[in-house]
């Protein structure tokens, strides 16, 4: 059974700075693409970046490229996001996400989640 436990989030001030953290069990991390999706209230989950099982390749929606940064330690099955110059618009429960089939480049919304991680960003 997959495990995804988030850590990390918080409160910040608008320009500031986060890690996330995300620890996965229950199976073979190494080879199963990871990600970060967000909802804030009222409003739908939406992605916010995606890691393949390599780490060759990410992606990111528009609104944190640049700001965001997704990357993985296979060795210790830990996904991160470094979020940067964060507002207002980026206060969510971050969720971490784990694609359910191995060998995938990306993660999309049928795949597993963790329980989430408040992020709170004060102007």
């Known amino acids: 059974q997959v495990q995804l436990v988030e850590s990390g989030g918080g409160l910040v001030q608008a320009g500031g700075s986060l890690r996330l953290s995300c620890a996965a069990s229950?199976?073979?991390?190494?080879?199963?693409?990871m990600g970060w999706f967000r909802q804030a209230p009222g409003k739908e989950r939406e992605f916010v970046a995606t890691?393949?099982?390599?780490?060759?390749?990410?992606s990111y929606a528009d609104s944190v490229k640049g700001r965001f940064t997704i990357s993985r330690d296979n060795a210790r099955n830990t996904v991160s996001l470094q979020m940067n110059s964060l507002t207002t618009e980026d206060a969510a429960v971050y969720y971490c996400?784990?694609?359910?089939?191995?060998?995938?480049?990306?993660?999309?919304?049928?795949?597993?989640w963790g329980q989430g991680t408040q992020v709170t960003v004060s102007s």
């Open positions: 996400s784990e694609a359910r089939e191995p060998n995938r480049f990306t993660v999309t919304l049928n795949d597993y």
């Open positions: 229950g199976r073979s991390f190494s080879r199963s693409a």
């Open positions: 890691i393949s099982w390599t780490a060759h390749i990410t």
